[in-house]
């Protein structure tokens, strides 16, 4: 089942991908966005339609999606190698 972080304050998730290591760098920022607010982790199938995407919604400053963009860059490298 795919799972998300959700803020139950501004009704707002963002999907987990264990595996994925820039989805963990996201979930970071979200939870340092909402820190003072009530996170949980729920199932997609219960927030989808109540809850807005964190990404698609254009949340993420600048700054945060070019360290993403850095860090992609990094995995890429690594995987070269
Ligand atoms: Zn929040």
Redesign the pocket.
């Known amino acids: 089942m795919i799972r998300a972080r959700a ?6 998730y963002i999907l987990i991908h264990p595996n994925n290591p820039v989805n963990q760098v996201e979930i970071k920022s979200f939870e340092k ?2 820190l ?4 949980m982790t729920v199932g997609f199938g219960e927030i989808k339609g109540i809850y807005t995407s964190f990404k698609s919604n254009g949340v993420s400053k600048p700054s945060e999606d070019r360290n993403i963009t850095s860090f992609e860059k990094k995995e890429r490298e690594i995987k070269k190698s």
């Open positions: 803020c139950l304050k501004c009704k707002k966005k909402h003072s607010h009530t996170i």
